[in-house]
Each structure stands twice: as C-alpha cells, then as structure tokens.
C-alpha cells in the first residue's frame, strides 16, 4: 500500500473513533435528561396526591388543613421504581419536602437528586445536579 491509503485509513479510523464518542456522550446526555424528567412527573404526582391529603377532612383519612401524619406510604405503595427512588424528607402542617433519587448519574458523577417542597397551593422543585 502507498503512504497515502495509509494515511486515508488512518483518517478514516479517527473519524470513526470521533463520532463513536460524540454518538455515546449525547446517548448518555440523554438518558440523564429522560431519567430527570421522569422523577420530576413522579414527585408531582406524589405532590398532588399530599395535597389532596390536606384538603381532605380527617374524618376521610385527610390532614384537615395540614400535612402532619402524612406517610410516604399514604401517597405511593412503590417508594421504588424503574426511574427511581422516592423518600419524604420532612412533614410540617404547611409543607412536606419529598426528594427522587434517580438510577442515572448526574453532572456531578452522583446519582441525580431531585427535591420538591410541597405547599397548600404550590409546589417548589429542584434538581441538586
């Protein structure tokens, strides 16, 4: 072979290897991303749920106006799922925070961490990394 197929393969075999990288970091990217959103609908959902909690009377199994004896049990039966893992952080009569810890690893090489703090009428939502 001549000095220049040589040096065309060896081209060729770089810019194969380049895209392979760049292919694997935006699959990885993505997966990141998918796994954040998918804990930020669950702790939504479990945040309706807490506030359907407050407003119901206590005669129905409710807070009546406020989160105290609210369990992570009476909002999900599965703290554990395929997108992650689920914990009540602390219950107050005004707010309850809930955190998502989740199965991909986020910027920081760290599982993701996602915290939402619970009102009456709102939710507050943060994502750690």
Known sequence: MGQQQLLLILLGVIIVAIALAVGLTLFQDSAVSANRDAISNDLVALAVRAQQ????????????????????????????????????????????????????????????LITLTVFPDSTAIVSNN
């Open 53 to 112: 909690y407050y407003r119901k009377p206590s005669v129905f199994g409710g807070g009546q106006k406020s989160f105290n004896n609210l369990t992570l049990a009476s909002l999900t039966t599965k703290p554990v799922n395929a997108n992650g893992t689920y914990d009540l952080v602390s219950v107050g009569p005004g707010q309850v925070v809930i955190t998502g810890t989740g199965v991909e690893k986020g910027d920081d090489g760290n599982s993701l």
